[in-house]
């Protein structure tokens, strides 16, 4: 039973440049959140989705970010117009309902702005 | 949810037991205390999670006092693959989806 996966591992953006982070969950979760670590700080969260519809998104900068998780396929984290302040590692996690005990997560995005 | 307190930084020696406090003063009677765990560079693992019940799995044991004010965990026999840093998250039930991380406890183990 394969994990939660993500890409990809790295991203190298210019400022300016969209990106596109995507999360498969693990199989039969229909729960994905996605949180970002700033260098040297803990995670934090930034938007819980189910199934095409975003539950809580109260994590989110209000500009420049967005999300979702379409009925076929995987969760899409998307970064427009990145400047250096977004480089940071974003992980994604899933459970199998929603208030689960454990979230399982997945390796994580390191994206790096020039 | 209630603020958690955790030392920044402990060592131990592999194969000994580690010992990791936290101290969680404001839980409120409906909130669980959970330990994740993050391995350099990798995503954060659930270890264990408990209510006022002391509770045991494969990995670890949880010891929650009984004012429920702190907890440890307890790894019984470390390794060096259980050098990261670990998270104690205090969460409601059934009203809080997402974790909350602090600045965790960095745990080296020492050949």
């Known amino acids: 039973n394969a994990g939660v996966m993500q890409n990809p591992r790295h991203l190298v953006r210019r400022r300016g440049q969209e990106a596109r982070l995507r999360c498969s969950p693990m199989?039969?979760?229909?729960?994905v959140y996605w949180y970002r670590q700033l260098p040297e700080e803990g995670l934090k969260f930034m938007v819980y989705?189910?199934?095409?519809?975003?539950?809580?998104e109260s994590g989110m900068p209000k500009e420049r970010f967005s999300a979702e998780f379409p009925k076929e396929g995987p969760s899409i984290l998307r970064i427009q117009q990145v400047v250096r302040g977004d480089s940071a590692a974003y992980f994604c996690?899933?459970?199998?309902?929603?208030?689960?005990?454990?979230?399982?997560f997945g390796p994580g995005t390191r994206l790096t702005v020039l | 949810d209630a603020k958690t307190t955790q030392p920044t930084s402990m060592d131990c020696a592999e194969g000994r037991a580690a010992n990791l406090p936290c101290n969680h003063s404001?839980?409120?009677?409906?909130?669980?205390v959970y330990w994740y765990r993050q391995i350099h560079s990798q995503g954060p693992q659930y270890i264990i999670h408990?209510?006022?019940n002391n509770e045991t799995n494969e990995m670890a044991s949880l010891i929650i006092t009984e004012d429920r004010k702190s907890s440890t965990l307890i790894l019984p026999h470390a390794t060096l693959r259980d050098t990261a840093v670990y998270y104690c998250?205090?969460?409601?039930?059934?009203?809080?989806?997402?974790?909350?991380f602090g600045s965790g406890t960095q745990l080296t183990v020492l050949p």
């Open positions: 996690a899933s459970s199998l309902r929603d208030f689960a005990n454990e979230q399982f």
């Open positions: 199989k039969g979760h229909s729960h």
């Open positions: 989705l189910q199934k095409e519809n975003i539950i809580d």
């Open positions: 404001t839980i409120s009677g409906n909130e669980y």
């Open positions: 408990g209510l006022k």
């Open positions: 998250i205090v969460r409601a039930a059934g009203s809080a989806r997402q974790l909350t």
